[in-house]
Protein backbone atom coordinates (compact mmCIF):
# COMPACT_ATOMS: atom_id res chain seq x y z
CA UNK A 1 0.00 0.00 0.00
CA UNK A 2 1.43 3.33 -1.07
CA UNK A 3 2.27 5.88 1.83
CA UNK A 4 1.15 8.91 -0.21
CA UNK A 5 4.11 11.79 0.43
CA UNK A 6 4.09 11.48 4.60
CA UNK A 7 7.72 10.49 6.23
CA UNK A 8 7.27 7.94 9.29
CA UNK A 9 7.42 10.67 11.63
CA UNK A 10 4.58 12.93 9.77
CA UNK A 11 2.43 9.68 9.98
CA UNK A 12 3.31 9.77 13.92
CA UNK A 13 2.13 13.38 13.64
CA UNK A 14 -1.15 12.67 11.63
CA UNK A 15 -1.87 10.00 14.15
CA UNK A 16 -1.23 11.95 17.29
CA UNK A 17 -3.73 14.92 15.94
CA UNK A 18 -6.46 12.78 15.06
CA UNK A 19 -6.16 11.25 18.41
CA UNK A 20 -6.33 14.48 20.11
CA UNK A 21 -9.62 15.35 17.95
CA UNK A 22 -11.19 11.66 19.26
CA UNK A 23 -10.51 13.19 22.61
CA UNK A 24 -11.44 16.77 22.30
CA UNK A 25 -14.74 14.61 20.97
CA UNK A 26 -14.85 12.04 24.30
CA UNK A 27 -13.99 15.31 26.24
CA UNK A 28 -17.12 16.88 24.94
CA UNK A 29 -19.73 14.09 24.52
CA UNK A 30 -18.67 13.61 28.55
CA UNK A 31 -20.08 17.02 28.89
CA UNK A 32 -16.70 18.89 29.27
CA UNK A 33 -14.42 16.56 30.54
CA UNK A 34 -11.67 18.58 32.01
CA UNK A 35 -8.92 15.71 31.57
CA UNK A 36 -10.28 14.47 28.27
CA UNK A 37 -10.29 18.03 26.83
CA UNK A 38 -6.77 18.46 28.20
CA UNK A 39 -5.61 15.70 26.74
CA UNK A 40 -7.23 16.65 23.37
CA UNK A 41 -5.37 19.92 23.24
CA UNK A 42 -1.54 18.00 24.44
CA UNK A 43 -1.94 15.32 22.13
CA UNK A 44 -3.22 17.86 18.79
CA UNK A 45 -0.24 20.83 19.68
CA UNK A 46 2.24 17.72 19.94
CA UNK A 47 0.84 15.65 16.74
CA UNK A 48 1.16 18.95 14.94
CA UNK A 49 4.30 19.99 15.85
CA UNK A 50 5.61 16.61 14.53
CA UNK A 51 3.35 17.03 11.24
CA UNK A 52 4.54 20.34 10.11
CA UNK A 53 8.15 20.97 12.42
CA UNK A 54 8.71 22.97 15.14
CA UNK A 55 10.08 26.15 13.30
CA UNK A 56 6.52 25.91 11.13
CA UNK A 57 4.41 25.38 13.88
CA UNK A 58 6.22 28.69 15.98
CA UNK A 59 5.38 30.49 12.95
CA UNK A 60 2.04 29.31 12.26
CA UNK A 61 1.11 30.60 15.70
CA UNK A 62 3.50 33.88 16.17
CA UNK A 63 2.02 35.41 12.74
CA UNK A 64 0.60 38.93 13.44
CA UNK A 65 -2.70 38.42 11.76
CA UNK A 66 -3.32 35.35 14.01
CA UNK A 67 -2.29 36.83 17.67
CA UNK A 68 -6.16 36.82 18.20
CA UNK A 69 -6.72 33.57 17.51
CA UNK A 70 -3.65 32.04 19.57
CA UNK A 71 -4.29 34.18 22.14
CA UNK A 72 -7.62 33.10 22.50
CA UNK A 73 -6.83 29.29 21.57
CA UNK A 74 -4.11 29.18 24.37
CA UNK A 75 -6.27 31.63 26.94
CA UNK A 76 -8.97 28.40 26.56
CA UNK A 77 -6.36 25.67 26.97
CA UNK A 78 -5.33 27.40 30.49
CA UNK A 79 -8.99 27.86 31.40
CA UNK A 80 -9.45 24.26 31.03
CA UNK A 81 -6.43 23.09 32.90
CA UNK A 82 -8.04 25.51 35.48
CA UNK A 83 -11.08 24.37 35.93
CA UNK A 84 -13.38 26.08 34.11
CA UNK A 85 -13.99 23.42 30.71
CA UNK A 86 -17.15 24.98 29.61
CA UNK A 87 -16.05 28.36 28.98
CA UNK A 88 -12.33 27.48 28.37
CA UNK A 89 -13.48 24.90 25.61
CA UNK A 90 -15.74 28.19 24.32
CA UNK A 91 -12.82 30.45 23.80
CA UNK A 92 -10.61 27.70 22.58
CA UNK A 93 -13.08 26.98 19.83
CA UNK A 94 -13.26 30.51 18.62
CA UNK A 95 -9.54 30.53 18.57
CA UNK A 96 -9.16 28.14 16.46
CA UNK A 97 -11.87 28.85 13.63
CA UNK A 98 -9.58 32.20 14.38
CA UNK A 99 -6.31 30.38 13.05
CA UNK A 100 -7.72 27.96 10.75
CA UNK A 101 -10.48 29.56 9.00
CA UNK A 102 -8.38 29.55 6.03
CA UNK A 103 -8.72 26.00 5.37
CA UNK A 104 -12.78 25.74 5.18
CA UNK A 105 -12.93 26.69 1.80
CA UNK A 106 -11.07 24.06 1.49
CA UNK A 107 -12.41 21.29 3.53
CA UNK A 108 -15.79 22.11 2.16
CA UNK A 109 -14.82 21.79 -1.60
CA UNK A 110 -13.00 18.14 -0.68
CA UNK A 111 -16.47 17.41 1.56
CA UNK A 112 -17.89 18.19 -1.44
CA UNK A 113 -16.69 14.69 -3.70
CA UNK A 114 -17.30 12.41 -0.57
CA UNK A 115 -19.57 9.69 -2.74
CA UNK A 116 -23.22 9.57 -0.92
CA UNK A 117 -23.08 12.68 1.28
CA UNK A 118 -21.32 15.57 -0.76
CA UNK A 119 -24.49 17.09 -3.05
CA UNK A 120 -26.07 17.24 0.29
CA UNK A 121 -22.84 19.07 1.81
CA UNK A 122 -22.23 20.95 -1.26
CA UNK A 123 -25.93 22.12 -0.48
CA UNK A 124 -25.27 23.50 2.67
CA UNK A 125 -21.84 25.08 1.82
CA UNK A 126 -23.58 27.03 -0.40
CA UNK A 127 -26.41 28.08 2.01
CA UNK A 128 -23.76 29.02 4.52
CA UNK A 129 -21.82 30.65 2.20
CA UNK A 130 -18.51 29.22 2.01
CA UNK A 131 -19.13 27.82 -0.91
CA UNK A 132 -17.18 30.52 -3.25
CA UNK A 133 -13.55 30.01 -1.31
CA UNK A 134 -10.05 28.94 -2.87
CA UNK A 135 -7.34 29.03 -2.20
CA UNK A 136 -5.24 31.91 -3.80
CA UNK A 137 -2.71 29.39 -5.84
Not at 97 to 113: E, M, P, V
Request: glycine share 16%; net charge positive.
Amino acid sequence: MPSMWLSDSQKIGVAFCSGGGFFLLGGVMMFFDRAMLAMGNILFLLGLTILIGPQKTLAFFARRQKMKGTAAFFLGLVMILLRWALIGFVVELYGIFILFGDFLGTIAGFARNVPVVGPYIGMLVDRLGMGGQTLPV
